[in-house]
């Protein structure tokens, strides 16, 4: 299975701020997932970051509010962007399975709240 | 649009017995399944997952089970252990694997006492 941490583990920001949250893998992966569970919510899909190209968003979310980068296959940001509120989330990303398994592997999460 | 549910928020079981946790689709594309189990302060850990040609997948204390006529499925852990006590997500993917989205359900908190 595929070593996964997140940086930072939470964050309290202001409203009109921006957060990057990193995520590290300790091996090559294709794809990352970025997700995000809301208080008291199921965990949605937020983009898939592709190394070499532009993330793929879901509907409902924006390259201008999350923006991705990808610069390499082992590493991956996500920003948060004018943060609101609402936007008070655990951020969440995950990685293909390496090797033979086949299965979506998890990092920690970041917490995050907006004031 | 939830198309994965989980209907139970929660369930309290006696150690040593059996837990079951159940999951409803309506997505007919769905036919691939996961189950993930979820502490505080931490990411969803992979349980076991199953595949719409399968109808039971076997790991040890956790079987999974798909009636995909009834588009349902559940997590049987047997025998229950005080350890178990987490969030436990169900997902689900079309494309026959876990690449791509997962679609999830709401989550059911199992709580194992002693």
């Known amino acids: 299975s595929a070593v996964i941490s997140q940086k930072p583990s939470r964050d309290i920001c202001q409203r009109g701020t921006s957060l990057t949250i990193q995520c590290q893998v300790d091996s090559q992966v294709t794809m990352m997932f970025w997700y995000r569970q809301q208080p008291g919510q199921s965990l949605t899909l937020i983009a898939t970051?592709?190394?070499?190209?532009?993330?793929?968003?879901e509907s409902g979310f924006v390259i201008d509010k999350f923006p991705i980068s990808r610069p390499n296959l082992t590493f991956s940001t996500l920003t948060v962007s004018n943060m609101s509120p609402e936007d008070s989330s655990i951020y969440l990303c995950?990685?293909?399975?390496?090797?033979?398994?086949?299965?979506?592997?998890f990092g920690p999460g970041t917490r995050l709240t907006v004031l | 649009d939830q198309q994965v549910k989980q209907n139970s928020p929660s369930l309290s079981v006696q150690e040593g017995r059996i837990s079951i946790l159940n999951c409803d689709y309506t997505n007919s594309m769905f036919d691939y399944f996961l189950w993930y189990k979820k502490y505080p302060a931490e990411g969803p850990t992979f349980l076991i997952s199953?595949?719409?040609?399968?109808d039971k997948n076997e790991d040890g204390r956790f079987t999974v089970f798909l009636n995909k006529s009834a588009k349902h499925l559940s997590l049987h852990i047997v025998p229950s252990q005080p350890g178990d006590s987490a969030v436990y997500f169900c997902?689900?993917?079309?494309?026959?694997?876990?690449?791509?989205?997962?679609?999830f359900g709401q989550g059911t908190i199992l709580t194992v006492h002693p």
């Open positions: 970051a592709n190394q070499g190209s532009e993330a793929t968003y």
């Open positions: 997902a689900a993917n079309a494309g026959g694997t876990s690449y791509g989205k997962l679609t």
């Open positions: 199953i595949s719409s040609i399968k």
């Open positions: 995950s990685v293909y399975g390496t090797g033979s398994t086949d299965t979506q592997y």
